[in-house]
């Protein structure tokens, strides 16, 4: 791309929508790409888009990523497949996430593929899908991050001193700051990343920026409010007592990163504080046991409160009724459990992954509970379950829905509307324009009128746009 005289944001992903972030920097210095996610969402449009990334993404001079969300970095291996050979900045937290995130992202891009070719690769005129990308290109990515401290100065294209500050969202997550040499004086503009909430486990607030001049933000629940973090503990205590004294399981569909650290730790300290009887806690997900070391090398990375736990008991990951599951034989030992546990697995949203056998074996007990712990996106099994049918297809076996379904909305790690209008207002006076964006249409709308309402400029930018600043 031509080095250009002003500056300009192109909007290259997660524009009205939720996924797929990517958004560029051009300045004089030369181009930066913020974060390359993967586009998640219906097969074919969704495989297009990761598939053909722009080409102004791929000779972008740097890429700063914020953190280790497959929606914000999940692309990485595909980019550097592109033919992308520079630096790719973040947090030493989040470098380490990344190291199983994207190789777990590869491994299922190249299972998929095989499936696929395996189903239909004897009709006729099948052509072969080829993977995404391969564990090969994962490496290949990774070996491209540069990690930093919150807070140390670095320079990814010449005119651009960059700092990275904590956005509390999980662990290593950032809001990228950047100081810009511009023909007009220096701007400071700022992506925010995913903004988290204030007052969540292990993880500090979410830090504003000071004195941004514009400032691209996350809209994801523009439009929504949350229950209060301090819910959290009694919601679940309350939900194993109650399936215990049925004599039940609780089965937890969790995100691997971060909700099933946190779940671990408000576990944790239920147990020490001794509201928790002894029940068996196991955490069956091989990446989410991986993910759960990478929290305990990362203290720089707690909250007052988590460090402070963390002196007075040791781990905040481990206690004495938690087993890690990471063998097959382990996970399928579970099935004959017959007493009252609690099973946390992933996939978070009940699509994929050891969870589904655990939902398979569990679902038609009315001693049971199954406990929804975070967002459940359209069209997949636990959306049906979230939306209370007496019927669902697992595995293609249509099972009596017997267990009880319980939602748990405290655990969010977006910012609600309050929230993101609290960030916002603390970015400063100077902020000439917000730049809404990952947020669905009208969480973005919506988000903006609030902003405006506190006499704020904002604007949602579509897909593709390009805007000078
Ligand atoms: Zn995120």
């Not at 909250?303 to 007075?312: G, P, R, V, W």
């Not at 009252?340 to 697995?345: C, G, K, M, R």
């Not at 459940?376 to 209370?388: D, F, I």
Request: hydrophobic fraction near 40%; charge should be neutral.
């Amino acid at each position: 791309m031509k080095k250009s005289k002003s500056l300009h944001i192109s909007f290259l992903g997660a524009a009205k929508t939720v996924t797929g972030s990517m958004h560029l920097l051009e300045a004089e210095g030369g181009t930066l790409l913020v974060d390359c996610g993967l586009v998640q969402g219906r097969r074919k449009e969704s495989q297009h888009a990761n598939r053909h990334l722009p080409a102004a993404a791929t000779s972008a001079d740097a890429v700063v990523l914020t953190h280790a969300h497959i929606d914000h970095c999940g692309n990485l291996p595909g980019l550097v497949k592109a033919g992308f050979k520079k630096d790719i900045h973040c947090t030493a937290a989040t470098a380490d996430l990344c190291h199983y995130m994207l190789l777990d992202a590869a491994h299922i891009q190249e299972s998929d593929a095989a499936w696929l070719n395996r189903k239909h690769g004897q009709e006729a005129g099948w052509e072969d899908i080829v993977p995404l990308f391969t564990q090969a290109d994962a490496r290949a990515a990774l070996e491209r991050l540069v990690p930093h401290a919150y807070g140390e100065e670095f320079e990814p294209i010449a005119g651009v001193k960059a700092h990275l500050i904590d956005s509390g969202h999980i662990l290593g997550s950032a809001t990228v700051v950047l100081d810009v040499k511009a023909a007009r004086g220096r701007r400071r503009v700022v992506f925010s990343g995913d903004i988290g909430r204030r007052n969540l486990p292990i993880l500090r607030d979410p830090t504003p920026p000071k004195d941004a001049d514009y400032v691209v933000m996350e809209s994801t629940y523009g439009n929504r409010q949350h229950a209060a973090v301090e819910e959290m503990h009694e919601q679940l205590l309350e939900a194993i007592e109650s399936t215990r004294k049925r004599g039940g399981k609780v089965i937890i569909p969790s995100f691997s990163l971060e909700r099933t650290q946190e779940i671990v730790y408000a576990l944790n300290e239920l147990r020490q504080a001794g509201r928790l009887g002894p029940i068996p806690v196991y955490l069956d997900s091989p990446l989410a046991v991986s993910l759960t070391e990478v929290f305990r090398r990362h203290h720089e990375c707690f909250d007052a409160e988590t460090t402070a736990f963390d002196k007075a008991h040791g781990d905040p990951f481990g206690f004495d009724m938690l087993h890690m599951v990471t063998s097959l034989e382990e996970s399928k030992a579970l099935n004959g459990l017959d007493q009252p546990a609690v099973i946390i697995s992933a996939s978070g949203m009940c699509e994929a992954g050891r969870i589904v056998h655990h939902l398979r074996n569990n679902i038609e007990d009315s001693r049971n509970t199954v406990l929804i712990v975070g967002y459940q996106a359209q069209h997949t099994l636990g959306r049906r379950l979230v939306e209370g049918r007496d019927r669902v297809k697992i595995f293609g076996v249509e099972r009596d829905v017997r267990a009880r379904i319980r939602v748990l909305n405290a655990f969010s790690a977006h910012a609600d509307r309050n929230e993101l209008l609290w960030w916002a207002k603390a970015c400063g006076k100077k902020v000439k324009k917000f730049f809404l964006v990952h947020g669905d249409e009208d969480q973005c709308e919506a988000l903006g009128k609030h902003l405006e309402a506190e006499g704020r400029k904002a604007f949602v930018p579509s897909q593709g746009e390009r805007v000078e600043i």
